[in-house]
């Protein structure tokens, strides 16, 4: 299981990675004959029931008021690959649209929206827990050194932080700044508001293990030898750390990515065409997506699996629970 | 006991205090105000002074502040610039939508994460990994996940409302009926979620527990196992347990608004999402104290409980 997670999590991260290689299509790029069109169907079977290299028939509107849609089986169209530097794309020119998970409102391929959208939310994520863990690291560490007021403040302001409801203070924070902003500068603000959402947390549990070390007799023998203070801390003492920040780490990625998602669901986010999954959630959320279009809900898949992929990896003993006494 | 629950009030109106002020201060601080996000660019600055002037916008940030207090104090919140009616009037009745969902969700949490938690811990077998592997499974779809999840089934298949708190077709099942079906989606949404996390808590904490040496005692002398778990195993677990319920408060919170936007459940998140993009000053400070309120009676109703029911932690007051 814990292998079946770390597999989830390096599939995730090499599909966002090889965004540009693996998409059909450019994220921005519309089809407006294809709107809310459903997944096109890759078959290897043809009418007569013979095999034949993977192909696929070109989706026709049948009704515009109802968005269906019928594949026209008179006219195959071969998969090609490794051409135009994608791995693959349909027809000689690759100008009909592969589809694999359907379009979007707008005619958009919601496959590569959501691979591309993967590089948005799993890269502000990861920025935003690392910023957190150093954020939470410099604080923590000095003030479980120090000790005294700084350790008090630190502690006050933390535990008031850490009571207030993140979702709402990420809203106010945003809503503070101007609702419409490029999208680099959306995404390195809302990588310094996760990151002062996370850190916290990062410094409490920092503070703690900085204090409890800084009695033990390395740090006291460091100390005598004549180390500064700096040195003590930085080379004896936050080493110690190490096993606390990995844990954090996968705690805030994935809260982080349902942060984002949740901001651009309201519109507080990435701003449109950006391809991140809580703006292509935020696109789908319509009655009738909800009826008629599911294909558009990818992304909470995508979701889904990275918060599986998080729990099955690092998923400790300590939580398991076979109790032999009593079996 | 008393200074116990003297500081925890007093800790409830600074956060109280805090949080509606700090609302205030940064929707002020916030780029344009109501007036600039109504009016827009369609105006000469003449108008735009006027309409400024009307709401009380063009007074300095301290002085709208100490106006906003003097009159909070008085329990007079304001009228709201978007709805024109008092922020008294709106925010009450979302409040207590929003109370509905989390302290429901809450519940339907402890009912099925408690019991399966002590079921994972005592038995093993199947029973336990099946328990564990859907507990994993939802930890993994937080109340964001569940509610687009459940959104989505009860689209398409039609068993459960969709979305909102009433139905609007006149003639449908009496009210608290019709309430209680649109409760469905959104409290298993956020509950759920939460059913995991404390069935995980209570299985780890009770395991730990029933590892001591004085569980190994007591079965040594002869007491039924039974007994064991249910008398000294749980009353042992109940303090960590119990500690958890204290952060929920902030939890439930965050995740009702996710769920209250995805179902359209008529509560406090959106009412206060409308006031930050319209940078409807009063009303966002309503909504946030109405937040606040909810926050300091929830972790004061947890600290109590834990107070109560922990003999070391009165102790140490």
């Known amino acids: 299981m814990k292998r079946f997670g770390y597999c989830l999590l390096i599939a995730l991260a090499a599909a966002a990675w090889s965004a540009p290689l693996l998409a059909p299509h450019h994220p921005a790029d519309q089809f407006s004959g294809l709107l809310n069109a459903p997944p096109t169907i890759i078959h290897v079977r043809d009418g007569q029931g013979h095999w034949r290299a993977p192909f696929i028939y070109p989706l026709v509107r049948v009704s515009q008021l109802e968005q269906r849609y019928e594949e026209d089986s008179s006219r195959p169209i071969p998969l090609r690959w490794f051409a135009g530097g994608r791995l693959v794309g349909a027809g000689d020119t690759g100008e009909t649209p592969l589809l694999v998970l359907g379009a979007d409102a707008y005619g958009r391929d919601v496959f590569s929206r959501l691979l591309f959208g993967a590089r948005v939310s799993l890269g502000l994520s990861l920025v935003a827990a690392v910023a957190a863990l150093c954020i939470g690291l410099a604080l923590g560490g000095v003030a479980g050194y120090a000790g005294g007021a700084a350790d008090e403040l630190l502690m006050r302001t933390s535990e008031f932080m850490l009571i207030l409801p993140a979702t709402y203070v990420a809203l106010v924070l945003r809503a503070m700044l101007p609702l419409v902003l490029p999208p680099d500068i959306v995404f390195w603000l809302l990588a310094i508001i996760f990151a002062v959402l996370g850190a916290p947390v990062v410094a409490r549990g920092v503070r703690t293990i900085v204090r409890r070390e800084r009695h033990q007799d390395y740090a006291t023998a460091a100390v005598s030898l004549g180390a500064s203070h700096t040195r003590v801390l930085v080379r004896h003492l936050l080493p110690a750390t190490r096993g606390f920040l990995t844990v954090q780490l996968t705690i805030l990625v994935p809260s982080f990515v349902m942060a984002e998602a949740t901001l651009s669901y309201v519109g507080f986010g990435f701003p449109d065409p950006v391809a991140s999954w809580g703006t292509m959630l935020h696109d789908a959320s319509t009655i009738r997506a909800f009826a008629d279009f599911p294909w558009q809900f990818a992304p909470a898949a995508a979701m889904f699996l990275l918060a599986l992929g998080v729990n099955l990896a690092f998923e400790t003993e300590a939580e398991s629970t076979r109790r032999t006494l009593y079996n | ?317």
């Not at chain 2, 827009?40 to 207090?69: C, F, H, I, N, T």
Request: charged share 15%; hydrophobic share 55%.
């Open chain 2, 1 to 317: 006991m008393s200074a116990l629950v003297v500081r925890r009030v007093a800790f409830a109106l600074f956060l109280v205090f805090a949080v509606s002020s700090a609302a205030v201060v940064l929707t002020h601080l916030a780029p344009g105000d109501f007036a600039t996000a109504q009016f827009g660019q369609g105006v000469g600055p003449e108008a735009m002074q006027q309409a400024r002037s009307r709401y009380g916008l063009d007074k300095p940030l301290g002085v709208q502040y100490r106006d906003w207090l003097i009159q909070a104090i008085r329990l007079d919140f304001g009228r709201s610039l978007v709805y024109d009616r008092p922020v008294a009037e709106l925010v009450p009745e979302r409040l207590a939508n929003t109370a509905l969902l989390a302290v429901s969700a809450l519940l339907l949490a402890t009912v099925l994460g408690l019991p399966l938690g002590i079921v994972a811990a005592t038995r093993g077998g199947v029973v336990s990994h099946l328990i564990r592997g859907v507990s994993l499974l939802l930890l993994s779809t937080p109340p964001l996940l569940t509610s687009l999840f459940l959104v989505l089934i009860a689209a398409q298949t039609g068993w459960l409302p969709a979305g909102g708190m009433r139905s609007v077709t006149p003639g449908s099942a009496s009210s608290v009926t019709d309430v209680l079906l649109h409760m469905i989606v959104p409290v298993a949404a956020l509950g759920l979620p939460l059913a995991a996390m404390l069935e995980r808590l209570q299985a780890r904490t009770l395991a730990e527990v029933l590892e001591q040496p004085f569980v190994l005692a007591a079965l040594a002398r002869g007491a039924s196992r039974t007994r064991v778990i249910w008398r000294d195993g749980l009353r042992a677990s109940l303090g960590p347990v119990a500690a958890m319920y204290g952060l929920l408060a902030a939890s439930l919170l965050s995740g009702s608004f996710v769920v209250e936007m995805i179902t359209a459940w008529p509560g406090l998140g959106r009412l206060v999402l409308d006031a930050l993009m319209a940078r409807d000053v009063y009303l966002v400070a309503g909504g946030a104290t109405a937040g606040a309120v909810f926050l300091a009676v929830g972790t004061l109703c947890s600290d109590l409980a834990v107070a109560v029911g922990d003999q070391r932690a009165r102790d140490r007051q």
